[in-house]
């Protein structure tokens, strides 16, 4: 969940890690620091919080040398404090590190009885001692850094600075990302193109297990047999306008505003605009034989998986399981012949995913992804990726990404029941013009920003919010729960509407606001009951519905916003939005961190 930079340059490298480190933070904001190399001296700098406060401590103690490599930190051991930030440093060795060594007590305990003491709460100073040590023994610095990697275990990405050596960094990756950048004379290292984007569009991703020998002017890569491999330059292009807010006050915000527009690429890409059929990109996939889909991933991705499971089975009459990824990866669950296994992760790197998918090689027939970063590893493991094209997304909270998931998944659906004889080419031109009229639905629903902002000042007061949905708002109302307590920091709980009355209601009282999403489809007269049951007990409803919804609701509900009318199958997709702005404007008006909140990190790389 770290990011990590390195710096082999021409130039100073201190502005151009910090700058770096900037388009990394969404990786974690606990601390940072940068190392580096100056006429042969290995010097550091650190602090605790947000990246700005490096930046002020470097112009009170300026950091020289053109060579480098920096950190911002999500903790995972030892509490965010100075010593306990990264680079961490024994010796002549520096290290910057994202993931977890899993083995660190068995080589602290080797170190100990050598005599070799700890002054960090962390695991990897163990990595900085280890390649000290062989240090002293005599290793090169290469050597020493490659022996160190050997005995580790657990998932990381590596970076090694050496003192004396302001030509060289030693990369590695086992389960978590690493790019390395190609410049003119010059050198980078990363833990995505994002943060090297302004630097160089020409990236290498390391594979699984490998190892870099980087300098100035060459890269030397070995595969985890230690067999030289040759893995491909290629040309990656990150779109840098979409990495600054663009006059908006939170990347959040920018991000709902942008769904629209990235929406209506997604939709292209898969939707030729002069055939009413879906085309996928390289063999595609013919669901004609898939006698089961398994669907897997984490956090928001998943609850796109959940709205996905109400398509397949409905539209195609596929059989569908859905999985958070940390759970199925343990079960080792049996996967029978005609099974198609389907990850969803906006990074392409979520752990938990990347390991499920990695259970299910050679078990499912196919593996299919749904990712927003192409290169990734999971895309990249994939049989089929399919690419969202929703852009950068900074925001710690997914939001376009979301959808734009939302909008593939339901493609894919709709394919699947072509393929499957389930629906007639006149339903199936049905629903992609619906799909096509999306993005100015969603134009239309963010007409309401001004009405969600005033509902948010009031719920902004509450301790604790019950979300509510049935069929396909279901999952949305666990994604507006998931939303809410991400940012604002309320506890906020999600049910299906029939729940209610079998346990859930217990808690309704006057002071706990309900939000109820319910368009006018064949279930809303069941909600109305369940919202009819919540106003008996003095609970405040909170109605997010179309107009037709909102004047059938009758009497007593607290608050309403209007959704435009849109039909069934893709109202998850527009209802997201009443969801995020509703969580957008309650954290702004708690004065809550939106784009950075406690806790969290944008990529979650470790379990």
Not at 389 to 399: C, F, L, N, P, Q
Request: glycine content about 8%.
């Amino acid at each position: 969940m770290c990011g990590i930079v390195g710096v082999l340059g021409r130039h100073e490298a201190a502005p151009i890690l910090v700058e770096a480190l900037k388009r990394l933070e969404y990786r974690g904001y606990d601390s940072a620091g940068i190392a580096t190399v100056n006429a042969g001296v290995l010097d550091r700098r650190r602090a605790v919080g947000k990246l700005v406060n490096l930046s002020d401590l470097l112009v009170h103690q300026p950091l020289a040398g053109k060579s480098g490599i920096g950190h911002t930190r999500w903790a995972t051991h030892g509490a965010p404090t100075v010593n306990n930030a990264h680079p961490h440093r024994a010796g002549a060795v520096a290290v910057v590190h994202n993931g977890i060594i899993e083995n660190f007590r068995d080589l602290r305990a080797e170190l100990a009885e050598d005599g070799i003491g700890f002054q960090t709460d962390t695991d990897t100073e163990t990595v900085a001692l280890m390649a000290e040590r062989f240090l002293k023994l005599g290793e090169t610095p290469v050597d020493a850094a490659m022996k160190t990697i050997d005995r580790l275990e657990g998932a990381f990405a590596l970076a090694f600075l050496f003192d004396g050596e302001d030509d060289l960094i030693i990369a590695a990756r086992k389960g978590s990302p690493l790019a390395i950048g190609h410049g003119d004379g010059e050198m980078y290292v990363g833990s995505d193109a994002i943060a090297l984007a302004p630097l160089t569009d020409r990236i290498t991703y390391l594979e699984e297990g490998d190892r870099a020998v980087v300098t100035r002017t060459s890269l030397e890569i070995r595969d985890a047999n230690g067999a030289l491999a040759n893995r491909p330059v290629k040309t990656v292009r990150v779109d840098t306008a979409r990495v600054d807010k663009a006059g908006h006050r939170h990347f959040m915000a920018k991000e709902i505003a942008e769904q629209p527009a990235v929406l209506a690429e997604a939709i292209r890409h898969y939707l030729p605009a002069d055939e009413d059929a879906v085309r996928l990109p390289g063999a595609g996939l013919d669901f004609s034989g898939v006698q089961r889909l398994t669907l897997v991933a984490c956090g928001t991705a998943y609850y796109a998986c959940l709205t996905a499971k109400y398509w397949f089975e409905k539209l195609a009459r596929i059989p569908v399981e859905v999985d958070i990824a940390s759970e199925f990866r343990y079960r080792e669950p049996p996967l029978p012949a005609g099974t198609v296994a389907l990850f969803v992760s906006q990074s392409g790197e979520t752990a938990d995913t990347l390991a499920a998918l990695r259970y299910c090689r050679g078990k499912a027939d196919r593996i299919v992804s749904v990712v927003n970063v192409p290169e990734s590893s999971i895309a990249r493991e994939s049989d089929l990726a399919l690419p969202i094209h929703a852009g950068v997304e900074i925001g710690v909270a997914s939001t376009k990404a979301f959808t734009c998931q939302l909008a593939v998944l339901l493609i894919l659906a709709l394919k699947a029941a072509a393929d499957r004889g389930e629906m007639t080419p006149e339903a199936l031109s049905d629903h992609i013009s619906a799909l096509r009229g999306l993005p100015h639905l969603m134009n239309t629903a963010l007409e309401a920003d001004d009405e969600i902002r005033d509902a948010a000042q009031q719920l902004s007061s509450a301790r604790d919010v019950l979300f509510l949905g049935r069929g396909l708002m279901f999952p949305l109302a666990l994604e507006g729960a998931l939303k809410l307590k991400e940012i604002s920091y309320i506890h906020a709980e999600a049910y299906a509407s029939g729940e209610l009355k079998h346990g859930p209601i217990a808690l309704i009282d006057s002071m706990m606001p309900v939000v109820v999403m319910a368009p006018k489809d064949a279930l809303f007269d069941k909600t109305v009951s369940n919202m009819q049951e919540v106003m008996a007990r003095e609970g405040k409803v909170m109605l997010i519905s179309n107009p037709a919804g909102l004047a059938a609701a009758g009497d007593g509900v607290w608050l309403s916003i209007a959704m435009p009318d849109v039909q069934d199958a893709v109202a998850p997709i527009l209802y997201a939005v009443p969801a995020q702005l509703l969580a957008y404007h309650t954290a702004v008006a708690k004065g809550t961190d939106v784009d950075q909140p406690r806790n969290l990190a944008k990529s979650v790389t470790v379990e």
